[in-house]
């Protein structure tokens, strides 16, 4: 195998440079942490499940007009994704009230929001990650105001979606985290695409008739084990077959890599539209 260049390694994920100059390879590691970092464990088979969980939404997102980074599945643990200037903020989308939330707020946990709350954080691992307000983003011009205006609407578009999706299967989608990045075109066009992954490690997923927890709450607050409340995401999703690819510990790698590969032929023809409609762009 020919060694390749790591251009970052972030908690969950490490990011390889890719065949192209405006592509790079996004591996998921089986690492689990929680709280800040302060709560660590390495969990096998958690990254091949991401993988293809995060795939599969990306390109169903692709598909109702959002665009995104993704362009394939390379192997059980790779995927190929265009290189993108990540935006240093977290946008997080809640339907039900959980985690930091209550805490912040004192409101009981499961509590239904009559509308979905968005709220942002700054991309700062040593600042804890903190809550910040539009003028923040504004002012320490982390994006700017039609940027921003982009990412909600994104984002709410998504969350409609995913919620009927995730519905449709018999979860509850509480709430999630996006991140969002830019792509300069060939004439100097500024577009936002969605970036990162979309996976139980970012959202948080309930069963709608027990509500047990199926997301890495599992791993965060010992409700039981990750893999498993993973795998039954990705077996309701139909991305795996019933009984899982990951057994005590061990995953099937045979089986792991005869599943098709996911292939977003959307990503590769699109013609992304002009986000600064006219505006002068950034130097």
Known sequence: MTK????????????YEGPNADTVIQYFKDDATAFNAEKKDTIAGKGVLNNRISAHLMTKIE???????????????????????I???????????????????????????????????????ELGDPLVGEDHIITFD???????????????RVNDYLSGLFSGIGLTLVDFKLEFGRIWGEHGELYIVLADEISPDNCRLWDSKTGEKMDKDRFRFDLGDLVEGYQYIAEKLGLIPEGG????GSINEQLAERLDNIENELAERRKLRDLKAGKPRKS
């Open 4 to 15: 390749r260049k790591k251009l970052y390694e972030g908690k969950a994920k490490i990011i």
């Open 63 to 85: 598909e109702i007009g959002i665009p995104t980074h993704f362009i394939k599945s390379l192997n059980m643990r790779e995927q190929l994704v265009r290189s993108v200037e």
């Open 87 to 125: 935006i240093p903020l977290e946008v997080v989308v809640r339907n039900v009230a959980a985690g930091s939330l209550c805490k912040r707020l004192g409101v009981k946990e499961g509590t239904r929001m009559h509308r979905p709350l968005v709220e942002f954080y700054y991309k700062k691992d």
């Open 142 to 156: 982390w994006a700017d105001p039609y940027e921003l205006e982009e990412m909600v609407a994104m984002a709410s």
């Open 245 to 248: 690819i990951i057994k005590g």
